[in-house]
């Protein structure tokens, strides 16, 4: 069946730009050749690509094979995701979907490798962040006849890269302030201490970094780096008293949630009273 001119007007397509492409399968659920295997040498031409879900475009039938787990991944029964490029474009998020879709004809146009991030929609309405990279594969004319690639969900990664930059502003600012101010692990280990914490410990860095909560707080303390207390917006304050060399110093101490990449931590702000 020969292919048919996309209308650069059709909003969520792809745009024509001289070439012709096919948004639909050309049978009921046709994927026009065998899936991939490990065996095959496309699939041996990709391996430089770190993947979790491996697809294979045939460009003149517009026909997609998706690795199972593409249904899994965006909580769907089995087999429940369309497997021809339209389906695809349908499920980006409508703010993506031109710019990806450009991407990808400029990809087929110029026989160039396709690396885009984009949304695409879970079943429960959220969107899922990933990251596809694909190599263009000719036929005997040279000319494009399949895409192979890989699309890896990156949202937890992309969560924790912003958690990750909000805890290093969050420190930044917390330890400009005129106040003892720690960063711990969720065990209580001391991760970094500014010059008030050092001087209200009256330590050095090393024997900080050296000790824990446990040395230095009441129980309620680790307690609450354990969830065992609640407080408004995740933000816990309590009235400590400290034994500092036998003596007790006493504190009010703010808990400040954060993550380092993928690990939970806290922001420890005494007040000296």
């Given amino acids: 069946m020969p292919s048919r001119p996309i209308s650069p007007s059709l909003k969520d397509g792809l745009k024509a730009k001289d070439r012709r492409v096919i948004l639909l399968p050309t049978g009921e659920g046709g994927f026009a050749q065998p899936p991939l295997t490990y065996d095959d040498p496309r699939l041996r031409a990709f391996l430089s690509v770190t993947f979790e879900i491996l697809y294979d475009w045939n460009i003149l039938t517009g026909a997609v094979y998706f690795g199972d787990h593409l249904d899994a991944m965006l909580g769907l029964r089995p087999g429940g995701f369309p497997r021809h490029i339209r389906g695809w ?40 962040l990933i990251r596809d990279q694909g190599v263009i594969l000719a036929d005997e004319q040279g000319e494009p006849a399949n895409m192979i690639g890989a699309m890896r969900d990156v949202t937890a990664q992309h969560e924790a890269e912003i958690a990750m930059r909000e805890a290093t502003e969050l420190h930044r600012v917390l330890f400009r302030l005129p106040s003892p101010a720690m960063q711990v692990d969720a065990q209580g280990t001391y991760l970094d201490a500014d010059d008030r914490a050092l001087a209200f410990f009256e330590r050095t860095r090393d024997e ?63 007040t000296d009273i």
Avoid: W
């Avoid at 710019?99 to 490798?113: K, N």
């Avoid at 609640?230 to 304050?237: K, L």
């Fill in 89 to 128: 474009l349908d499920r980006l998020h409508p703010e993506d979907r031109e710019r990806v879709a450009d991407a990808l004809s400029q990809s087929v146009d110029e026989r160039a490798p396709f690396r885009c991030q984009y949304r695409m929609r879970h079943d429960d309405g959220s969107f899922r």
């Fill in 208 to 270: 900080m970094l050296a000790s824990t909560v446990r040395d230095d707080f009441p129980p309620e303390v680790l307690a609450a780096l354990n969830g065992e207390l609640e407080g408004e917006g995740g933000i816990i304050e309590l009235d400590v008293t400290c034994p500092v060399h036998g003596r007790p110093k006493t504190l009010l101490l703010t808990i400040i949630p954060a993550h380092l990449g993928e690990q939970p931590s806290y922001f420890l702000l005494g």
